[in-house]
Protein backbone atom coordinates (compact mmCIF):
# COMPACT_ATOMS: atom_id res chain seq x y z
CA UNK A 1 0.00 0.00 0.00
CA UNK A 2 1.10 3.76 -0.56
CA UNK A 3 1.44 6.57 0.92
CA UNK A 4 2.56 9.84 -0.34
CA UNK A 5 5.10 8.08 -2.16
CA UNK A 6 5.65 5.47 0.27
CA UNK A 7 4.74 1.88 1.10
CA UNK A 8 3.14 0.77 3.98
CA UNK A 9 1.16 -2.74 5.61
CA UNK A 10 -2.34 -2.44 6.53
CA UNK A 11 -3.31 -2.86 10.14
CA UNK A 12 -4.22 -6.23 8.67
CA UNK A 13 -1.93 -6.86 6.46
CA UNK A 14 -4.33 -6.54 3.40
CA UNK A 15 -7.23 -4.03 2.99
CA UNK A 16 -10.09 -6.36 2.07
CA UNK A 17 -9.01 -7.85 6.09
CA UNK A 18 -9.11 -4.91 7.90
CA UNK A 19 -13.20 -5.04 8.81
CA UNK A 20 -12.02 -8.48 10.64
CA UNK A 21 -9.06 -6.91 12.26
CA UNK A 22 -10.51 -5.60 15.59
CA UNK A 23 -12.87 -8.81 15.86
CA UNK A 24 -9.74 -10.76 15.37
CA UNK A 25 -7.78 -9.29 17.82
CA UNK A 26 -10.21 -9.36 20.81
CA UNK A 27 -10.90 -13.44 19.68
CA UNK A 28 -7.21 -14.52 18.72
CA UNK A 29 -5.12 -12.69 21.44
CA UNK A 30 -7.91 -11.25 23.96
CA UNK A 31 -7.37 -8.15 22.88
CA UNK A 32 -8.34 -6.22 26.45
CA UNK A 33 -6.29 -9.11 28.97
CA UNK A 34 -2.94 -8.99 26.76
CA UNK A 35 -2.72 -4.75 26.02
CA UNK A 36 -3.77 -3.58 29.18
CA UNK A 37 -0.25 -4.62 30.96
CA UNK A 38 1.34 -2.54 27.93
CA UNK A 39 -0.47 0.61 28.94
CA UNK A 40 -0.20 -0.73 32.65
CA UNK A 41 3.76 -0.91 32.88
CA UNK A 42 4.39 3.08 31.51
CA UNK A 43 2.66 3.81 34.76
CA UNK A 44 1.21 7.20 33.15
CA UNK A 45 0.26 9.70 35.17
CA UNK A 46 -2.12 12.67 34.82
CA UNK A 47 -1.45 15.95 32.31
CA UNK A 48 0.97 13.49 30.59
CA UNK A 49 1.03 13.02 26.81
CA UNK A 50 0.91 10.10 25.34
CA UNK A 51 1.89 8.78 21.37
CA UNK A 52 0.69 5.44 19.83
CA UNK A 53 2.84 4.76 16.97
CA UNK A 54 1.50 2.45 14.43
CA UNK A 55 -2.17 2.70 16.11
CA UNK A 56 -3.78 1.02 12.94
CA UNK A 57 -7.75 0.80 14.36
CA UNK A 58 -6.83 2.73 17.80
CA UNK A 59 -7.03 -0.43 19.98
CA UNK A 60 -4.02 0.56 22.20
CA UNK A 61 -4.60 4.63 21.72
CA UNK A 62 -8.63 3.92 23.12
CA UNK A 63 -7.30 1.72 25.92
CA UNK A 64 -4.95 4.22 27.08
CA UNK A 65 -7.48 7.22 26.89
CA UNK A 66 -9.98 5.08 29.02
CA UNK A 67 -7.49 3.96 31.67
CA UNK A 68 -6.35 7.68 31.56
CA UNK A 69 -8.47 9.89 30.55
CA UNK A 70 -6.24 13.07 32.01
CA UNK A 71 -3.67 11.86 29.60
CA UNK A 72 -3.31 13.75 26.10
CA UNK A 73 -3.66 10.59 24.04
CA UNK A 74 -2.72 10.55 20.08
CA UNK A 75 -2.54 8.13 17.56
CA UNK A 76 -0.18 7.42 14.17
CA UNK A 77 -0.68 5.50 11.13
CA UNK A 78 -0.16 5.61 7.83
CA UNK A 79 -3.19 4.33 6.76
CA UNK A 80 -5.90 6.15 6.44
CA UNK A 81 -8.70 3.70 6.04
CA UNK A 82 -7.71 2.07 9.80
CA UNK A 83 -7.17 5.89 10.96
CA UNK A 84 -11.02 6.14 9.84
CA UNK A 85 -12.22 3.16 11.97
CA UNK A 86 -10.26 4.54 14.56
CA UNK A 87 -12.03 7.84 14.82
CA UNK A 88 -15.39 5.90 14.17
CA UNK A 89 -14.62 3.74 17.54
CA UNK A 90 -13.80 6.62 19.21
CA UNK A 91 -16.72 8.27 18.62
CA UNK A 92 -19.04 5.56 19.48
CA UNK A 93 -17.58 4.87 22.51
CA UNK A 94 -17.36 9.07 23.37
CA UNK A 95 -13.80 9.15 23.72
CA UNK A 96 -11.41 12.02 22.96
CA UNK A 97 -8.05 11.35 21.07
CA UNK A 98 -6.13 12.87 18.16
CA UNK A 99 -5.61 10.59 15.67
CA UNK A 100 -3.17 11.35 12.57
CA UNK A 101 -1.65 10.36 9.43
CA UNK A 102 2.26 9.52 9.51
CA UNK A 103 5.37 7.18 9.77
CA UNK A 104 7.02 5.96 12.85
CA UNK A 105 10.81 6.52 11.18
CA UNK A 106 9.88 10.10 10.46
CA UNK A 107 7.59 11.77 13.37
CA UNK A 108 5.78 15.09 12.84
CA UNK A 109 6.58 15.99 16.23
CA UNK A 110 8.82 18.76 18.19
CA UNK A 111 11.50 17.11 20.35
CA UNK A 112 10.72 16.08 23.11
CA UNK A 113 6.61 16.42 23.24
CA UNK A 114 5.71 12.98 24.35
CA UNK A 115 6.29 11.26 28.03
CA UNK A 116 5.34 7.87 26.98
CA UNK A 117 5.10 6.30 23.50
CA UNK A 118 3.88 2.86 22.41
CA UNK A 119 3.61 0.31 19.83
CA UNK A 120 1.82 -2.76 19.45
CA UNK A 121 2.12 -5.34 17.02
CA UNK A 122 3.48 -3.35 14.44
CA UNK A 123 7.44 -3.02 14.88
CA UNK A 124 8.13 -6.73 13.28
CA UNK A 125 6.37 -5.02 9.70
CA UNK A 126 9.62 -3.08 9.43
CA UNK A 127 12.54 -3.24 7.83
CA UNK A 128 16.04 -3.06 9.92
CA UNK A 129 16.40 0.09 8.81
CA UNK A 130 13.10 1.19 9.61
CA UNK A 131 13.76 -0.21 13.09
CA UNK A 132 16.47 1.69 14.21
CA UNK A 133 14.72 4.93 12.49
CA UNK A 134 11.95 4.58 14.07
CA UNK A 135 13.80 3.84 17.50
CA UNK A 136 15.77 7.55 17.15
CA UNK A 137 12.46 9.15 16.31
CA UNK A 138 11.41 7.93 19.26
CA UNK A 139 14.34 8.95 21.33
CA UNK A 140 13.82 12.42 19.91
CA UNK A 141 10.32 13.06 21.21
CA UNK A 142 10.29 11.53 24.29
CA UNK A 143 10.94 14.10 27.37
CA UNK A 144 13.99 13.16 29.57
CA UNK A 145 12.81 9.98 30.93
CA UNK A 146 10.42 9.27 29.30
CA UNK A 147 9.59 5.40 28.11
CA UNK A 148 8.95 3.04 24.90
CA UNK A 149 6.37 0.60 25.81
CA UNK A 150 6.47 -2.30 22.68
CA UNK A 151 4.24 -5.10 22.53
CA UNK A 152 5.18 -7.94 19.74
CA UNK A 153 6.37 -11.50 18.90
CA UNK A 154 9.45 -12.29 21.09
CA UNK A 155 11.52 -15.16 21.00
CA UNK A 156 9.57 -18.41 21.14
CA UNK A 157 10.00 -20.31 24.49
CA UNK A 158 7.65 -23.39 23.69
CA UNK A 159 7.69 -26.35 21.06
CA UNK A 160 4.46 -24.62 19.31
CA UNK A 161 5.98 -21.36 18.96
CA UNK A 162 9.72 -22.66 18.23
CA UNK A 163 8.01 -23.88 14.99
CA UNK A 164 6.05 -20.82 14.29
CA UNK A 165 9.31 -19.09 14.60
CA UNK A 166 11.25 -21.29 12.00
CA UNK A 167 8.34 -20.31 9.85
CA UNK A 168 8.96 -17.06 10.59
CA UNK A 169 12.55 -16.43 10.54
CA UNK A 170 12.13 -16.63 6.70
CA UNK A 171 10.62 -13.12 6.18
CA UNK A 172 13.47 -10.66 6.94
CA UNK A 173 11.64 -8.68 9.03
CA UNK A 174 10.63 -10.58 11.81
CA UNK A 175 14.36 -12.19 12.53
CA UNK A 176 14.97 -9.54 14.90
CA UNK A 177 12.03 -10.11 16.78
CA UNK A 178 12.15 -13.92 17.11
CA UNK A 179 15.89 -13.74 17.71
CA UNK A 180 15.79 -11.86 20.27
CA UNK A 181 17.26 -8.89 19.34
CA UNK A 182 14.16 -5.52 19.99
CA UNK A 183 16.10 -4.79 23.31
CA UNK A 184 19.93 -4.03 21.43
CA UNK A 185 18.04 -2.53 18.84
CA UNK A 186 16.24 -0.03 21.43
CA UNK A 187 20.04 0.24 23.02
CA UNK A 188 21.29 1.18 19.71
CA UNK A 189 18.43 3.70 18.80
CA UNK A 190 19.87 5.95 21.63
CA UNK A 191 17.46 4.00 24.60
CA UNK A 192 18.69 3.09 27.62
CA UNK A 193 17.62 0.41 30.39
CA UNK A 194 16.01 -1.54 27.20
CA UNK A 195 14.50 -5.03 28.55
CA UNK A 196 11.69 -7.61 28.06
CA UNK A 197 9.72 -7.68 30.97
CA UNK A 198 7.41 -10.39 30.53
CA UNK A 199 6.02 -12.68 27.64
CA UNK A 200 3.20 -14.55 27.00
CA UNK A 201 2.68 -17.47 24.54
CA UNK A 202 0.16 -18.36 22.62
CA UNK A 203 -1.17 -20.24 19.56
CA UNK A 204 -0.27 -18.11 17.67
CA UNK A 205 3.42 -17.20 18.56
CA UNK A 206 5.48 -16.04 21.64
CA UNK A 207 4.39 -12.37 22.26
CA UNK A 208 6.67 -9.99 24.73
CA UNK A 209 6.71 -6.69 25.99
CA UNK A 210 9.56 -4.13 26.17
CA UNK A 211 10.45 -1.03 27.47
CA UNK A 212 12.81 1.20 27.56
CA UNK A 213 13.86 4.78 28.10
CA UNK A 214 15.15 7.81 27.11
CA UNK A 215 18.11 9.26 28.49
CA UNK A 216 17.69 11.83 31.19
CA UNK A 217 19.25 14.87 29.10
CA UNK A 218 17.34 15.85 26.33
CA UNK A 219 18.54 14.89 23.24
CA UNK A 220 20.38 17.60 20.66
CA UNK A 221 19.04 17.91 17.24
CA UNK A 222 22.08 20.06 16.11
Request: proline share 6%; net charge positive.
Amino acid sequence: MASSGRTFTPAAGYDWLLPLYDPLQRWVLREDTLKRPLVEQAAIRAGQRVLDIGCGTGSVTLLVKRLHPDAHVVGLDPDPKALARAARKAERRGIDVHLERGFSDRLPYQDASFDAVFSSLMFHHLTREEKLATLREVRRVLRPGGSLNLFDFGPPRRWSSRLLAHAFHGAENMRDNVDGRIPSLMSEGGLLRSQELRWRDMFVGTFSYYRAFSPDTPTSTT
